[in-house]
């Protein structure tokens, strides 16, 4: 079992930056893939930012260039830096924490990010 617990969150204008924090407890260890989704009203979730236990990373085209996810194993917590914002990156962000063999999915509460023009 892991509990995923974000923060980070909040309302901001457009261009400015926030940080997102996911820290994971439990059964840790066995932990592979750690990632980052979001859900706009109306459309489906989507993956944001995602990274491997060994630090392989990949990004969503929309936030290439904006966003930088990061990982601290010691610490069990990813990151989303999230840098000039936009309007439409509005949504409901979720970490994910792909489990184990087969893989389990675990997704954290949500946080909410609204960026206002």
């Known amino acids: 079992q892991v509990q995923l617990v974000e923060s980070g969150g909040g309302l901001v204008t457009a261009g400015g930056s926030l940080r997102l924090s996911c820290a994971a407890s439990g059964s840790i260890f066995r932990i592979n893939t750690m990632g980052w989704y979001r859900q706009a009203p109306g459309k489906q979730r989507e993956v944001v930012a995602a990274?491997?236990?060994?630090?392989?990373?990949n990004y969503a085209d929309s936030v290439k260039g904006r966003f930088t996810i990061s990982r601290d194993n010691a610490q069990n917590t990813v990151y989303l830096q999230m840098n000039s914002l936009k309007p439409e990156d509005t949504a409901v962000y979720y970490c994910r924490a792909d489990w184990g063999s087969p893989t389990r999915l675990y997704w954290g509460q949500g946080t909410q990010v609204t960026v206002s023009s």
């Open positions: 990274i491997t236990r060994g630090g392989n990373i």
